[in-house]
C-alpha cells in the first residue's frame, strides 16, 4: 500500500486553548501543516471533544479560528480520551487511504497521548509533531509536570517506543515531509 499521511488537529477547540500552556506557538505551528497539507493533498481531520463545557454549537466547543476545518474536511466527534473509541475516525482514515497519522493538539498526556497509541494498534505508522501539541497551565504546586515538561516527556517517550511492523516519528513541525515515506517499521 503507499504511504498515504493524513493530519489529525485534536481538540484544538477554544476552551482547550483558553487553559493551554503557551497556546500561539502551537497554533501556528499546526496551522503552518494544515496549509502545507491541503497544498500537498494531503487529507486534515480535526477531532473535536464533546461533553461538559464543550457543548455543541457553542463558542468554546469550536476549533480555534487559526486551525478551523475548511466544509470538506472531515470532523470526528468524541467523548474521551481516545479518538477512535465509539467514533467514525478509523472508518474515515481507511476510507482516505491512510497509512500514517501526523498527530497534533491538546492535551498532551491525555488525547494526544491516548490517540497516538491507538493510532498504533490500529495499524497506522505516527509522526508526532515535537512543537504541535501542547497541555494545560497548572499551579506550581501541581501533581502534575510542568507543561514544558509534559511535551517533552512525551516526545521523547515517543522517540524510543517500538511497536511491531510500524514507524513512529517525533519530529518538529518544520521537518514534516507529507509527501515522504517514513523510515521502514521496524520487524
Not at 475516525?89 to 497516538?116: K, N, S, W
Request: proline residues 10%; aromatic residues 4%; glycine residues 8%.
Amino acid at each position: 500500500m503507499p504511504h498515504t499521511a493524513a493530519l489529525l488537529v485534536i481538540d484544538l477547540q477554544n476552551t482547550m486553548v483558553s487553559i493551554a500552556h503557551r497556546p500561539a506557538p502551537v497554533l501556528a505551528a499546526v496551522a503552518g501543516l494544515r496549509e502545507r497539507a491541503i497544498a500537498a493533498g494531503v487529507p486534515v481531520v480535526t477531532v473535536q471533544h464533546r461533553g461538559e463545557g464543550l457543548e455543541p454549537g457553542t463558542d468554546g466547543w469550536r476549533p480555534a479560528p487559526e486551525i478551523a476545518p475548511g466544509d470538506d474536511e472531515p470532523t470526528v466527534h468524541k467523548t474521551s480520551a481516545d479518538s477512535f473509541l465509539g467514533t467514525d475516525l478509523d472508518e474515515t482514515l481507511r476510507g482516505l487511504g491512510v497509512t500514517e497519522v501526523v498527530v497534533t493538539g491538546f492535551a498532551t498526556e491525555i488525547c494526544v497521548d491516548t490517540t497516538a497509541r491507538q493510532a498504533v494498534s490500529h495499524g497506522y505508522d505516527l509522526l508526532l509533531v515535537a512543537d504541535g501539541h501542547l497541555t494545560s497551565v497548572r499551579p506550581e504546586d501541581s501533581p502534575y509536570a510542568p507543561p514544558e515538561a509534559s511535551v517533552a516527556h512525551h516526545n521523547e517517550i515517543f522517540r524510543t517506543i517500538r511497536f511491531p511492523g510500524r514507524s513512529i516519528r517525533v519530529l518538529p513541525a518544520a521537518e514534516v515531509d507529507f509527501t515522504a515515506p517514513p523510515a521502514s517499521a521496524a520487524p
